[in-house]
Nanobody
Framework: QVQLVESGGGLVQAGGSLRLSCVAS????????MNWFRQAPGKRREFVAS??????????ADSVKGRFTISRDSANADNTVYLQLSGLKPEDTAVYYC?????WGRGTQFTVSS
């Protein structure tokens, strides 16, 4: 059974940067596409970014385009995905979830202070 574990949350000032990580372990030795979603307080979970299995194709939501970058280490065979966030705004405050192979991680929370 694949498990997804996110990390990298915390408190950051507006305009700052942060990098989130998601590690998928167990269940398979194959690489697969991975995604980031986020859910702000009182709002629905929304798509943030996705990357395919070899890292050659990415998609980023318009709301964060130019500020967030999704990547993965193509040199390794494991399934670890990163979300580099910059130019953070208070409205980016949310729990960020990793999603892959039909499974969700537990999320990592960060807060952007103004």
């Amino acid at each position: 059974q694949v498990q997804l574990v996110e990390s990298g949350g915390g408190l950051v000032q507006a305009g700052g940067s942060l990098r989130l990580s998601c590690v998928a372990s167990g269940g398979t030795s194959s690489r697969f596409g991975m995604n980031w979603f986020r859910q702000a307080p009182g709002k629905r979970r929304e798509f943030v970014a996705s990357i395919n299995s070899d890292g050659g194709s990415t998609l980023v939501a318009d709301s964060v385009k130019g500020r967030f970058t999704i990547s993965r280490d193509s040199a390794n065979a494991d399934n670890t995905v990163y979300l580099q966030l910059s130019g953070l705004k208070p409205e980016d405050t949310a729990v960020y979830y990793c999603y892959a192979t039909g499974l969700w991680g537990r999320g990592t929370q960060f807060t952007v202070s103004s």
